[in-house]
């Protein structure tokens, strides 16, 4: 098992550095340069030159790349055109809230799609299965945006069940200690706190979680349906084994190898959820600073989420080929 990792380890290192590179590329392809989006309007001659020999771009292109690859490992993204302040800093104060909503998003999601999912081809057929699979089409159908418009119209403001946006209500006095709202007030002691954020948590997490919710109840559904007709199944039936055994040892087991390939694929889905997600509940997360650097063409900020959320992509995909040597041994010898 241990080789298995580092073998996958290694294999990251390549990936990585291709993706500084199509990144690096990207910075260098902007119209008039790095130096004349960073400046905006007040981009003159002299400033851009001034630019260019901060950042090293005057330099040979190899050298370039290693200073930019250099600031990469060292957490120098720069500073941030619209607020001045350090890249690095924003994203850790930004991070916690959509890792907070995505967690528990993606935690709805798998806690509810495995078990729909099998139980759709259990019970293949009947109405269970049949609402199931027109409720996944509905959850694929609908936009993200739309559907969190809907939710917050009809649940916060018709029928204040829950809070509209935001993290927090005003007029609670929440002591910030790791940035996650729900886990701060546990710590703290402060449970009106925890609860408060948990409420506002509710609308957005159900609303980010709908569409992979949809897909891994389908694709838990198929892989079951297929698992079930394989002869293993069939020959641990006839030979008399408890049929809980034969459902979570023989069919579950060998039916969630595609499941966790989705659920993994499901994270880079949860980060693109997010912006919309996060504007529509005013969530002050990653999901808002990227759409307000789309918007202020804020270059530092995209080039640092670009690559933050191209390293997530490749540490889950890591982490879904980890967990396919648990599952299944067979693949730790490819």
Do not use: C
């Amino acid at each position: 098992m241990l080789r298995f990792v580092v073998r996958r380890l290694l294999q990251v290192i390549p990936t990585l550095l291709l993706l500084s590179l199509l990144v690096f590329w990207w910075l260098r392809s902007l119209p008039g340069g790095p130096a004349t989006a960073l400046l905006g309007d007040k981009a003159t001659p002299e400033r851009i030159a001034e630019i260019n020999r901060g950042l090293g771009l005057d330099q040979p292109i190899l050298t370039q790349y290693w200073l930019f690859l250099g600031r990469v490992v060292s957490g120098d993204f720069g500073t941030s055109t619209i607020t001045g302040e350090p890249v690095l800093s924003e994203i850790a104060r930004f991070m916690p809230a959509t890792i907070e909503l995505s967690v528990v998003a993606l935690l709805i999601a798998v806690l509810l799609g495995i078990p729909l999912g099998y139980l759709a081809a259990r019970y293949r057929g009947r109405p269970l299965d049949v609402a199931t699979v027109i409720g996944t089409l509905v959850g694929v159908a609908v936009p993200v945006f739309f559907l969190g418009y809907l939710l917050k119209q009809y649940i916060a403001v018709d029928l204040r069940l829950l809070p509209p946006s935001g993290r927090l209500s005003t007029g609670i006095d929440a002591t910030d200690v790791t940035g996650f709202a729900v886990l701060d007030g546990l710590l703290t002691r402060e449970f009106d706190a925890s609860l408060d954020a948990l409420r506002h948590l509710v609308l957005p997490a159900v609303t980010l979680a709908t569409i992979p919710l949809a897909v891994i109840v389908r694709i838990t559904r198929a892989s079951v349906l297929d698992v079930l007709g394989a002869d293993f199944v069939r020959t641990a039936n006839a030979k008399g084994l408890a049929p809980i055994t034969v459902r979570s040892r023989h069919v579950l087991r060998n039916a969630l190898l595609p499941v966790s390939t989705t659920i993994g694929l499901q994270v880079g889905l949860l980060l693109a959820g997010a912006v919309l997600t996060e504007k529509v509940f005013v969530w002050g997360g990653i999901g808002t600073m990227l759409a307000d650097a789309i918007t202020l063409k804020d270059y530092p900020r995209l080039q640092a989420l670009l690559l933050m959320g191209a390293v997530i992509y490749v540490v889950v995909n890591l982490l879904v080929d980890i967990s396919y040597a648990v599952i299944d041994p067979r693949v730790r010898l490819s």
